[in-house]
């Protein structure tokens, strides 16, 4: 089954589940804020997609962050800043049945979960 991480109150994750709604693939959704910060799952989804691009530098979380906080973020710190700031993750997230994480709700991502859904 897939599980998609993020914030019940974001379009994007809210566009997303209902997309897979729609499509009647199966999926639970695991409210970052509301259902705890899978600590566990981080690791994994640094090594698949990266720190760049799961880190979210474009909402507001991020731009009310101290200047030296911004600045400081890397490799060797976002792991700490993003469970300190669950809203710094780029939503959705998605981990699928075979252990591909996928990141944000575009075209190559619905395709994606498309095929995964289909399996």
């Known amino acids: 089954m897939i599980v998609v991480y993020g914030l019940k109150n974001c379009d994007s994750c809210r566009k997303a589940r209902g997309w897979l709604e729609g499509q009647g693939i199966a999926h639970r959704f695991h409210d970052l804020r509301a259902d705890g910060f899978p600590g566990e799952r981080l690791p994994a989804w640094l090594s698949a997609v990266g720190w760049e691009t799961l880190l979210n530098r474009r909402g507001t979380t991020w ?23 669950p ?33």
């Open 63 to 85: 731009r009310q962050l101290p200047e030296e906080t911004r600045a400081g973020a890397g490799a060797e710190t976002v792991a700490e800043l993003l469970e300190a700031y």
């Open 87 to 119: 809203a710094l993750i780029k939503r959705p997230v998605f981990d699928l049945p075979d252990g591909q994480v996928l990141v944000g709700f575009a075209a190559a991502q619905q395709a994606a979960l498309a095929d995964a859904g289909s399996k």
